[in-house]
């Protein structure tokens, strides 16, 4: 594993997770969040949150550099929106077991296959490893 591209793509899919994570959730979706303002806090609770989108950035960068060996962001989209599809039906059970609205559970589910999408991306076009037939010891003719 080339660990300074991981450290890059890691800290490039956080950038872009807090980033996107404000302007949808925090933004865009601020209205339909304050239609259940007791399931909420008034406000998140930084440490928590920073800590979230760090744990979710390096598990999503380790997945892709893992199992994604031709590299890419084509491939590394596809299998990140496959982790977001995971988080949908996390959002789903969510949705079941409290008073949330559709628009609420419509946004987190769209939020998450964009966001993941796009961060997959992101680690695809930085982290590359070498393709599997490429070997860097030369090898002595018989």
Do not use: N
């Amino acid at each position: 594993m080339d660990w300074k591209k991981f450290f890059i793509s890691f800290v490039a899919a956080f950038g872009f997770l807090f980033l996107f994570g404000f302007l949808w959730y925090g933004m865009l979706m601020h209205g339909a969040h304050q239609e259940v303002p007791t399931l909420l806090r008034t406000k998140p609770d930084f440490p928590w949150l920073i800590l979230g989108h760090i744990v979710m950035a390096f598990f999503l960068t380790l997945v892709c550099a893992r199992f994604v060996p031709g590299g890419g962001p084509g491939a590394c989209a596809t299998l990140a929106i496959l982790v977001a599809l995971i988080y949908a039906g996390a959002d789903l059970i969510t949705f079941a077991v409290q008073p949330l609205t559709t628009k609420i559970l419509c946004g987190w589910i769209v939020g998450d296959l964009i966001q993941f999408a796009i961060a997959g991306a992101i680690i695809g076009a930085i982290y590359k490893p070498a393709p599997a037939h490429v070997t860097f010891v030369k090898e002595r003719s018989p």
